[in-house]
């Protein structure tokens, strides 16, 4: 196993974490089928997660209470289930992720569109140093990889109505597939394969904005005329950032330790007992 190499925190939180809520948060985020060091490696994130929130007065993560994994896992598997979390946070007591002296914004997503992105694409800064493009290629076979939603004309203008022309929408029942595309251009796309600009009649829209709006899987998307209706393929599922859960459980099966799977998807980072 990897020397996990840990370094005291060298600052003082306001505020404690209280680490019974992780379990919480963890049912909310990972299936009970995950690999147990996945399971372990997101436990690091939500904690990370939860101290960072704390640091900088924002909200923690959404977690479920008792009688919500109950109603998810049924009775019966209840008590196995929250063990098997409880033992996860217990073996990686305290362990965070830190880049430099600041705790890390641990970004994950449910599956890649083949390659996480790299947050300096994502937001024209170098914040997030430790969020850099990775292979997760291992997504592949994942069920949430490929999905395809199929649009008549007056569907996407009616789902979309804020991205089109007043004149395109009272014109609506009358636009053929073909002559809708054609006002839709992809005008960039990051190393990772996901839009970040598009031209919709002129006016440019962000990826994540179409996607959100339309409620597509991500914005590693693309459009197409098929029989008379609008094609919308999406890659992956999620914003494409840090780690893809999908990828870590993969990993996981490989006999990657948390610690591996962490140190793939985060850049330069460092663990810390806090």
């Given at each position: 196993?990897?020397?996990?190499?840990?370094?005291?925190?060298?600052?003082?939180?306001?505020?404690?974490?209280?680490?019974?809520?992780?379990?919480g948060i963890l049912?909310?985020?990972?299936?009970?089928?995950?690999?147990?060091?996945?399971?372990?490696?997101?436990?690091?994130?939500?904690?990370?997660?939860?101290?960072?929130?704390?640091?900088?007065?924002?909200?923690?993560?959404?977690?479920?209470?008792?009688?919500?994994?109950?109603?998810?896992?049924?009775?019966?598997?209840?008590?196995?289930?929250?063990?098997?979390?409880?033992?996860?946070?217990?073996?990686?007591?305290?362990?965070?992720?830190?880049?430099?002296?600041?705790?890390?914004?641990?970004?994950?997503?449910?599956?890649?569109?083949?390659?996480?992105?790299?947050?300096?694409?994502?937001?024209?800064?170098?914040?997030?140093p430790y969020l850099?493009?990775?292979?997760?290629?291992?997504?592949?076979?994942?069920?949430?990889?490929?999905?395809?939603?199929?649009?008549?004309?007056?569907?996407?203008?009616?789902?979309?109505?804020?991205?089109?022309?007043?004149?395109?929408?009272?014109?609506?029942?009358?636009?053929?597939?073909?002559?809708?595309?054609?006002?839709?251009?992809?005008?960039?796309?990051?190393?990772?394969?996901?839009?970040?600009?598009?031209?919709?009649?002129?006016?440019?829209?962000?990826?994540?904005?179409?996607?959100?709006?339309?409620?597509?899987?991500?914005?590693?998307?693309?459009?197409?005329?098929?029989?008379?209706?609008?094609?919308?393929?999406?890659?992956?599922?999620?914003?494409?950032?840090?780690?893809?859960l999908y990828g870590?459980?993969?990993?996981?099966?490989?006999?990657?330790?948390?610690?591996?799977?962490?140190?793939?998807?985060?850049?330069?980072?460092?663990?810390?007992?806090?």
């Amino acid at each position: 196993m990897e020397d996990l190499s840990l370094i005291p925190s060298t600052e003082e939180s306001e505020s404690v974490l209280d680490e019974d809520i992780l379990p919480g948060i963890l049912a909310n985020e990972i299936s009970m089928e995950t690999e147990t060091e996945a399971i372990k490696a997101q436990a690091v994130i939500a904690r990370t997660n939860c101290i960072r929130a704390i640091e900088q007065g924002e909200e923690l993560p959404e977690g479920l209470t008792k009688g919500e994994m109950i109603k998810m896992w049924g009775q019966e598997n209840f008590s196995k289930y929250f063990s098997r979390i409880k033992s996860c946070i217990e073996e990686t007591a305290g362990i965070v992720m830190r880049h430099g002296e600041a705790y890390i914004k641990a970004d994950f997503h449910r599956c890649s569109a083949g390659y996480t992105r790299e947050a300096a694409e994502v937001y024209g800064n170098d914040e997030y140093p430790y969020l850099k493009s990775v292979d997760s290629r291992m997504d592949l076979p994942s069920e949430d990889f490929l999905k395809v939603v199929f649009y008549t004309p007056q569907q996407l203008i009616a789902t979309g109505a804020t991205f089109f022309s007043d004149a395109t929408k009272a014109a609506a029942t009358e636009k053929t597939a073909e002559e809708l595309l054609a006002g839709i251009v992809i005008t960039k796309k990051d190393t990772a394969g996901y839009v970040t600009e598009i031209s919709i009649e002129g006016n440019i829209v962000s990826g994540e904005e179409l996607r959100l709006a339309y409620d597509w899987n991500s914005s590693a998307f693309s459009f197409k005329e098929v029989d008379g209706e609008i094609r919308v393929m999406t890659k992956g599922l999620g914003h494409g950032l840090g780690a893809s859960l999908y990828g870590a459980n993969q990993l996981a099966e490989a006999g990657y330790t948390y610690q591996d799977i962490l140190k793939y998807y985060y850049d330069g980072i460092e663990f810390a007992i806090d």
